[in-house]
């Protein structure tokens, strides 16, 4: 079978250049060196070789076992093998087997018994001269908290030459600001300070600094209206807009840039902290917000039509799908609430909700209303008992055009 490693050569680059093949290759796992001589069935055959780990850093050591079968594959016990070591500078072995890496380069551990003999390569890297800790290309070693950065380490060997494929053991001299992960991840907690030091397992390390400085960037933005966007003319609704970091960590707007909008400021307007105030009895609008240039997406705000107390409110015509929607307020102590529907063509439905109810895009949608009439036509009445104080909505939806009909909201006592 063939060796892992390049065929040994005397020149230190070849050297260096075998053994670093053999690093990028899985070393954890074992590796057979075999001869395949032939010999009389009971006699020696052929020997495998292995070895759990092939290349080495120097210091370290790995065990080569040799097993010597015969021509039907069985093993063959109880017979002294002799091991030896091509370049005792590189790698020693032990009657045992126990190799021990000296120096960098490459040697040949051969296994004999029995007048046959099989050979395994063993790689010993150079011992690292120095650590050089840098972050990625388009990288700062400046971050925000929460913020990231990557810090790439690069080796040198005793030789000078550039090395890859060392184990480093990764440290921050402060968790408390910036935590480091094995792989040299680095992530901001909180402003300051910290060293990250990457350590190679024969003891060189390199370090650099990294700075945390300033509050998380923004990276998602939700709106939502704290009680209800369909508003009545004259009143207002309270938007609250909500900034996470990439974490989901709630962010403080104080300090950011925080911009408001109205696509329709002839139905609403809104102010620099995200006060809406209906300006008309009817139509729709969408309020945007962005902040640090992060917008969210915009909520739309309904006019709503104000209906007073035991008065006949004329609907004059509405298309088929149509709504109209009509606020009024309920007083505390109100026994009962009734809203009719009445005359006029065509066939229109009346829900109601109770405050901080709001109708969904389906009228029909399971118990997101607080009453409903749907009977054939434009006959429809709705009667809530002692119903709660608060601002209540009423929609008219037209299951059919609608026109001439009249819609009359009675608050008792």
């Known amino acids: 079978m063939m060796s892992l490693l ?99 380069g490459t040697t040949t551990i051969t296994a004999t018994t029995g007048g046959e003999s099989a050979t395994l390569d063993i790689g010993v890297l150079y011992p690292t001269q120095t650590v050089t800790l840098a972050p990625a290309a388009g990288q700062s070693t400046t971050i925000r908290q929460e913020g990231s950065v990557q810090i790439n380490a690069t080796f040198t060997d005793a030789t000078g030459a550039t090395v890859t494929g060392r184990q480093v053991v990764w440290t921050s001299s402060s968790p408390a600001v910036a935590t480091v992960n094995n792989s040299g991840f680095v992530a901001g907690v909180t402003d300051g300070t910290t060293t990250i030091t990457a350590t190679t397992l024969d003891g060189v390390a390199g370090t650099v600094v ?49 911009t408001w909008t109205s696509s329709a400021t002839g139905v609403a307007t809104v102010d620099a902290n995200g006060l809406v105030s209906m300006v008309a009895a009817s139509g729709t609008s969408n309020i945007g917000v962005s902040v640090d240039g992060i917008a969210a997406t915009a909520v739309q705000v309904v006019g709503v039509n104000p209906i007073a107390n035991a008065v006949a409110t004329p609907i004059a015509t509405l298309a088929v799908d149509g709504n109209l929607y009509y606020g009024f307020e309920v007083p505390a102590g109100t026994t009962n609430l009734q809203v009719t529907l009445a005359g006029g063509t065509g066939d229109a439905d009346v829900l109601v909700y109770r405050p901080g109810l709001a109708p969904p895009t389906n009228p029909y949608a399971s118990n997101s209303w607080t009453c409903i009439s749907a009977a054939a036509g434009n006959g429809e009445s709705c009667a809530v008992a002692t119903p709660a104080a608060g601002r209540w909505l009423v929609r008219v939806y037209a299951y059919e055009a609608v026109a001439g009909t009249t819609l009359t909201v009675t608050r008792t006592p």
């Open 210 to 258: 990294v700075t945390v400085s300033g509050a998380p960037v923004v990276a998602t933005v939700t709106l939502a209206a704290t009680s209800n966007r369909y508003i009545g003319q004259g009143q207002t609704e309270q938007m609250v807009a909500t900034a996470r970091a990439a974490s989901g960590t709630v962010l403080s707007l104080a300090g950011r840039t925080v």
């Open 6 to 104: 390049a065929p040994r050569r005397r020149r230190r680059v070849a050297v260096r250049a075998a053994v670093r093949v053999a690093a990028l290759a899985l070393a954890t796992l074992t590796f057979t060196a075999c001869d395949d001589s032939t010999g009389p069935d009971g006699s020696i055959f052929k020997i495998d070789m292995f070895a759990a780990s092939p290349v080495l850093n120097v210091g370290q050591t790995t065990r080569v076992v040799a097993s010597p079968t015969n021509a039907g594959g069985r093993l063959i016990e109880g017979r002294t093998i002799t091991f030896s070591s091509s370049t005792p500078a590189v790698a020693t072995v032990d009657g045992n087997g126990l190799v021990t890496a000296l120096a960098g």
